[in-house]
């Protein structure tokens, strides 16, 4: 199958893009995942593309540099998304992300790419890569796509809009689910998982540019209470009325 950087994904007949924005942690990105699966659209998981990025950046400047230094290193080497070896592709309707040949579904979930993501989503040269692709994707297929200023900056025309939240004391007990479901050995606790949650929280709602920001037009749904099941049935509910 052909593959295109950060992704490629087939033409279709429609083309309609419901977005989901909300904080980290809020389920956005399971219950897109899902949602698109109900409808028959493909996701768009951004989140998933800045996490490759970053995975990338990671491997060109190789062991021994830390998370704190990571947005200096990536200056000082003068890395570009154009130059990394970047790409995903749609396989029976899920992205796949890839590094050159290497499927990197795993590798990037992981609380070591957690931890430096934030400096590839701050980088406008980055964000503007994605968010380009993104606009692509979107003239050949209906997509659903999640992250923190889809609805606002990258579809602010998108035919329906969703905005998840919850609370963050929620949000740390599933990420640090999430953690241990892939590494029963990850020691981190809830409250550091938290802490870290609510310094994401005000960092991204304080972004010069991509900052996270709850579109006027969106639906909110609260996720502190739902399980993914109920999550969806309440999206569903909406796309009823609207549609």
């Known amino acids: 199958m052909a593959t295109k950087r950060i992704c490629d994904l087939g033409p279709v007949e429609k083309r309609m893009v419901i977005t989901l924005d909300g904080p980290a942690g809020s389920g956005k990105s399971t219950i897109a995942g899902r ?49 990394l070896d970047c790409h995903a592709r749609i396989e029976n309707g899920a992205q796949v992300n890839l590094i050159g040949k290497d499927d990197v579904g795993s590798e990037i979930r992981t609380p070591l790419v957690t931890a430096r993501i934030r400096y590839i989503a701050d980088s406008r040269a980055f964000r503007e890569a994605v968010n380009t692709m993104l606009r692509d994707f979107a003239t050949t297929t209906d997509l659903v796509v999640d992250g923190r200023d889809i609805g606002t900056v990258v579809f602010p025309e998108a035919g329906l809009k969703f905005y998840l939240d919850a609370s963050s004391e929620t949000r740390a007990a599933r990420r640090l689910r999430e953690f241990r479901l892939r590494d029963p050995s990850f020691e981190g606790s809830l409250d550091r998982i938290q802490a870290d949650i609510e310094r994401r929280d005000r960092e991204d709602r304080d972004r010069p540019f991509g900052a996270l920001q709850r579109p006027a037009d969106s639906i909110l749904i609260d996720t502190s209470t739902l399980d993914p099941d109920g999550v969806l049935n309440r999206l569903l509910g909406h796309l009823q009325i609207h549609f």
Do not use: N, W
């Open 35 to 83: 949602l698109a699966k109900e409808l028959g659209f493909v996701h768009a998981d951004s989140g998933a593309m800045y996490r490759t990025l970053t995975l990338a950046c990671m491997r060109v400047l190789g062991p021994g540099q830390t998370a704190d230094d990571f947005g200096r290193d990536i200056r000082e080497a003068g890395i570009d998304p154009a130059g």
